[in-house]
């Protein structure tokens, strides 16, 4: 059974930082990309950052030079280290990773930034 736990949300002022965690268990964690969204009150759900198997990441132009990807094969862990952080960045943020054609979810956590 597929699992994703995050953690690491919290409140912070802007400008501050936070580092999120997201731990995977029930698969085979270096061979799948793994994708941070996240998820405004009112909003829709929509995509952060991911990280390839391989190391390769992309992220949302809304967070480019300010987020950074980053995942340790050995801890099966997916991070997400957030600098400079601006009061539209207050959301859920959840992990997620397409594994076996399902689309697997953590519960999320909850990121928010005052002004």
């Known amino acids: 059974q597929v699992q994703l736990v995050e953690s690491g949300g919290g409140l912070v002022q802007a400008g501050g930082s936070l580092r999120l965690s997201c731990a995977a268990s029930g698969i085979t964690f270096s061979t799948n990309i793994f994708n941070w969204y996240r998820q405004a009150p009112g909003k829709q759900r929509e995509f952060v950052a991911a990280v390839s198997s391989g190391g390769s990441t992309n992220y949302a132009d809304s967070v480019k030079g300010r987020f950074t990807i980053s995942r340790d094969n050995g801890k099966n862990t997916v991070y997400l280290q957030m600098n400079s952080l601006k009061p539209e960045d207050t959301a859920v943020y959840l992990c997620?990773?397409?594994?076996?054609?399902?689309?697997?979810w953590g519960q999320g956590t909850q990121v928010t930034v005052s002004s």
């Open positions: 997620n990773v397409k594994y076996y054609f399902n689309n697997y």
